[in-house]
């Protein structure tokens, strides 16, 4: 396991490209355009990517509504978040151990983590970017050109505003992979937590945990009794009691009558 994946599982974060891959990345753009410049039919040229300019742009139409769909479902669990977090606050748990305490307090902040993660990043997704649009020459003949170097020029301008596009959406698509991974975190930790929550009820003694305070501490003890109060006085004297030894001839009478 890499530690990139460990840390996805804490916070995720995008993963930056390497020297390497963009490197790639920009060998690959060059030579798409080298080959729209050397291509013996631009016209066929021009006509393919703009179609593929409508993919993408169809592509980009579900990559932002997922974006959307993620702000929303963040925003619900959020507010869920914020009720642990004044019912922690309030003493809800103050019956509870001091473990059961730092577990839940643990819980809310690694849950509060994947919320943040998944808000910003469906945030940045759909953040604004630069975007090559139509031009007027792509719609009119300009009879000062070839127009077989005009097709050449809109399969260029056509060719850069795909790969613009595939940029944009990428980066977006990233952003989303982020987005649903932090919402993997939150939904993976939420069954966890009922988990232990369902097993620490389970193993749970019946009785009020105020109770069992009382039994076990003889401070609290003390403290609910009370300071002693003054000594009150003195009652009346009682009749005087038989002595030991008229007892004892009275009980050895009996035991001779009965033999």
């Known amino acids: 396991m890499r530690i990139a994946d460990f840390l996805d599982w804490l916070y995720p974060t995008a993963e930056p490209l390497s020297e390497e ?10 030579d798409r355009l ?36 993620l702000l929303g479902l963040t925003s619900i669990t959020s507010s869920l978040l914020i009720g642990g977090i004044f019912a922690i606050v309030n003493g809800g748990l103050s019956d ?17 983590l994947q919320i943040i993660s998944s808000t910003l990043a469906a945030i940045r997704g759909l953040g604004r970017a630069s975007w090559i649009g139509g031009s007027i020459e792509d719609y009119v003949d300009c009879s ?40 993997r975190n939150f939904a993976s930790a939420s069954v966890l937590i009922a988990v232990l929550g369902c097993a620490a009820v389970l193993m749970q003694q019946p009785g009020s945990a105020a109770a069992k305070a009382i039994r076990t501490n003889p401070d609290l003890q003390k403290l609910l009794q009370g300071p002693p109060g003054q000594r009150g006085p003195q009652g009346p ?19 001779a009558q009965q033999h």
């Open 21 to 30: 891959e963009q490197n790639c990345q920009r060998q690959r753009q060059q």
């Open 34 to 69: 080298q080959f729209v410049e050397t291509h013996t039919a631009p016209e066929a040229l021009a006509k393919g990517y703009v179609e593929l300019c409508a993919e993408e742009t169809e592509r980009l139409k579900s990559v932002e509504t997922r974006l959307g769909s």
């Open 96 to 112: 509870s151990s001091r473990s059961v305490r730092f577990f839940a307090c643990a819980a809310l902040v690694y849950l509060n």
């Open 144 to 183: 000062a050109v070839e127009p077989v170097e005009q097709h050449r020029q809109i399969a260029l301008r056509n060719c850069k505003r795909l790969l613009q596009m595939e940029d944009n959406i990428n980066a977006k698509v990233t952003q989303m992979a982020v987005a649903h991974a932090a919402i």
């Open 237 to 255: 004297k009682g009749d005087p009691g038989a002595s030991i030894l008229v007892s004892h001839k009275c009980a050895d009478s009996q035991r």
